[in-house]
């Protein structure tokens, strides 16, 4: 979903793998990020979490990048928008399916 006359498409890259022990429990994770990516529009950009909650010790700072420090296997779908610099400015809204397993 995005503005209509938005000139931003998000796609994201990278992924997260957490080492889970058979009590379900995280003994590490490797992965720098997952970065999301913006295209089209006025860079800078700034990225935030409008629906939905990363899965527990997941971040996501301002310049798309998710970080990994996860504490629980488990799944969460998350809306993040994206925002340009243009003023008036643009953005995208994007639909991501986040897995710690």
């Known amino acids: 979903m995005s503005d ?16 889970v ?6 003994s590490g994770a490797s992965g720098s ?13 700034t990225w ?7 899965p527990p010790g997941l971040t996501l700072d301002s310049s ?7 504490q629980a296997r488990g799944s969460a779908l998350i809306r993040v928008r ?7 400015p643009n953005f995208a809204d994007a639909d991501l399916t986040i897995t710690v397993s």
């Open 4 to 19: 209509p006359a938005s000139p931003i498409t998000v796609t994201q890259s990278g992924s997260i793998t957490a080492n």
């Open 21 to 26: 022990d058979g009590a379900g429990r995280i």
């Open 33 to 45: 990020a997952i970065s999301l990516n913006a295209s089209g529009g006025t860079a800078p950009f």
């Open 48 to 54: 935030q979490i409008v629906a939905g909650t990363l």
């Open 64 to 70: 798309g990048s998710i970080r990994p420090f996860p």
């Open 82 to 88: 994206c925002i340009d610099s243009a003023t008036p």
